[in-house]
């Protein structure tokens, strides 16, 4: 059998090492503390739950759905309003993507063809590269460095590179890194796309876990931000609905049109039961975002307290459901090791900075996806180990 030369881009890898190792540990009667997916633990709210859980039983929901209910696209509007102050259209600038992992991997077969460049920040969440992998694009990377706050320096980026360039991929608040982008950076981003006429992707997946009373708000309420591109937003971690795949497409009415257009031959749109729960969520009461953002907040002191005791010293994150530590000095950039010592020695799993990217060498990822008590377990565990000797 032959197959497609783009699956060399990917491979498992380290993460089959780690599942490996987390399958020997279990067997052998542990209990592993798995912090490397961001798989929230985090349910819906009852009234969320009750909504899909009503309209499941309903014989005549399970028909294709085709495109978005006129409920669903009000109701995001409505929530772009009340929550970020950006008046949408309901009809021409959303889109309903089945999860935003499905949507950064289409889109760019919407914009990018083969040998076209796409600018991708560095380290990144892997969807942001592999959908233009399959697009054929070439990628040029944005490294994120931290005495630049972990922002893009548009400044760095090579002018051929620039010029080359149909679509830039950014995504503030930052997954893996956790920085934030002030709005000066927001400016700037905007004038870049428009001196190289450059479609932007703002993945905005994470903007209401947010820390320290700090509020963070949507790339598109700047002026000319919906002239140059379209932002991604996701219901998977603010309202615990990971495993229904709902995510938003919104924005440049042409970019939304082109996903349409491409969906509307790959599948038959969101289950209906699904689309009404995702409007009941962004219309419905939001104190239970607040309480998802506490939840995450605590275990975010918890972990950075309880790692700082162990001489693992690290930046706390401002945002996200994530935490970006460099790996202690003894293991150099290797995070590969270390990652495989800490499942191996104290049955804690984390993902390896590798995995985002060239300048991912060196740190690891935790995600808050544990609660309170694990967490001070997982500590517990790495303190009996010789690894932060």
């Given at each position: 059998?032959?197959?497609?030369?783009?699956?060399?881009?990917?491979?498992?890898?380290?993460?089959?090492?780690?599942?490996?190792?987390?399958?020997?540990?279990?067997?052998?009667?542990?209990?592993?503390?798995?912090?490397?997916?961001?798989?929230?633990?985090?349910?819906?709210?009852?009234?969320?739950?009750?909504?899909?859980?009503?309209?499941?039983?309903?014989?005549?929901?399970?028909?294709?759905?085709?495109?978005?209910?006129?409920?669903?696209?009000?109701?995001?509007?409505?929530?772009?309003?009340?929550?970020?102050?950006?008046?949408?259209?309901?009809?021409?600038?959303?889109?309903?993507?089945?999860?935003?992992?499905?949507?950064?991997?289409?889109?760019?077969?919407?914009?990018?063809?083969?040998?076209?460049?796409?600018?991708?920040?560095?380290?990144?969440?892997?969807?942001?590269?592999?959908?233009?992998?399959?697009?054929?694009?070439?990628?040029?990377?944005?490294?994120?460095?931290?005495?630049?706050?972990?922002?893009?320096?548009?400044?760095?980026?090579?002018?051929?590179?620039?010029?080359?360039?149909?679509?830039?991929?950014?995504?503030?608040?930052?997954?893996?890194?956790?920085?934030?982008?002030?709005?000066?950076?927001?400016?700037?981003?905007?004038?870049?796309?428009?001196?190289?006429?450059?479609?932007?992707?703002?993945?905005?997946?994470?903007?209401?876990?947010?820390?320290?009373?700090?509020?963070?708000?949507?790339?598109?309420?700047?002026?000319?931000?919906?002239?140059?591109?379209?932002?991604?937003?996701?219901?998977?971690?603010?309202?615990?609905?990971?495993?229904?795949?709902?995510?938003?497409?919104?924005?440049?009415?042409?970019?939304?049109?082109?996903?349409?257009?491409?969906?509307?031959?790959?599948?038959?749109?969101?289950?209906?039961?699904?689309?009404?729960?995702?409007?009941?969520?962004?219309?419905?009461?939001?104190?239970?975002?607040?309480?998802?953002?506490?939840?995450?907040?605590?275990?975010?002191?918890?972990?950075?307290?309880?790692?700082?005791?162990?001489?693992?010293?690290?930046?706390?994150?401002?945002?996200?459901?994530?935490?970006?530590?460099?790996?202690?000095?003894?293991?150099?950039?290797?995070?590969?090791?270390?990652?495989?010592?800490?499942?191996?020695?104290?049955?804690?799993?984390v993902t390896p900075g590798s995995a985002f990217g060239p300048s991912g060498k060196g740190h690891v990822r935790m995600a808050l996806v544990q609660d309170e008590e694990a967490l001070r377990q997982a500590a517990d565990r790495m303190r009996k180990t010789d690894i932060f000797a």
């Open positions: 059998m032959q197959f497609a030369k783009r699956m060399e881009h990917f491979g498992e890898g380290v993460f089959s090492e780690l599942l490996a190792l987390k399958q020997k540990k279990e067997a052998q009667g542990m209990q592993v503390i798995d912090l490397s997916v961001g798989t929230p633990n985090i349910p819906p709210v009852e009234a969320i739950r009750r909504v899909l859980a009503e309209s499941a039983l309903d014989p005549t929901q399970y028909i294709y759905a085709i495109s978005d209910t006129e409920a669903l696209q009000q109701a995001v509007a409505q929530w772009y309003s009340r929550r970020y102050q950006v008046k949408l259209d309901p009809n021409t600038q959303v889109c309903s993507l089945l999860g935003s992992q499905e949507g950064l991997t289409h889109i760019a077969l919407s914009i990018a063809d083969p040998g076209d460049t796409v600018l991708v920040p560095d380290p990144c969440y892997p969807a942001f590269s592999c959908g233009p992998m399959l697009a054929g694009a070439k990628l040029c990377w944005m490294p994120l460095k931290k005495e630049n706050n972990y922002l893009i320096d548009f400044d760095a980026i090579p002018e051929a590179d620039a010029k080359a360039a149909k679509l830039m991929v950014v995504s503030y608040p930052n997954n893996p890194t956790t920085a934030l982008a002030p709005d000066w950076f927001y400016e700037k981003l905007i004038a870049f796309a428009k001196k190289y006429d450059i479609i932007v992707l703002h993945d905005n997946a994470y903007s209401e876990l947010v820390f320290d009373g700090v509020h963070c708000g949507s790339f598109l309420r700047f002026p000319g931000a919906a002239d140059v591109g379209v932002e991604f937003n996701s219901l998977s971690k603010t309202y615990g609905m990971a495993g229904a795949r709902v995510g938003f497409c919104v924005g440049n009415a042409q970019i939304v049109k082109m996903l349409k257009t491409l969906k509307s031959n790959l599948d038959y749109g969101m289950f209906l039961p699904v689309q009404k729960a995702a409007a009941a969520a962004i219309t419905g009461d939001q104190s239970c975002v607040e309480r998802t953002r506490a939840a995450y907040e605590k275990r975010r002191d918890v972990l950075c307290s309880a790692f700082e005791a162990l001489g693992w010293h690290f930046a706390k994150p401002a945002a996200t459901m994530f935490v970006w530590a460099e790996i202690p000095a003894k293991y150099g950039e290797d995070d590969t090791r270390f990652a495989l010592e800490l499942a191996d020695k104290a049955g804690v799993l």
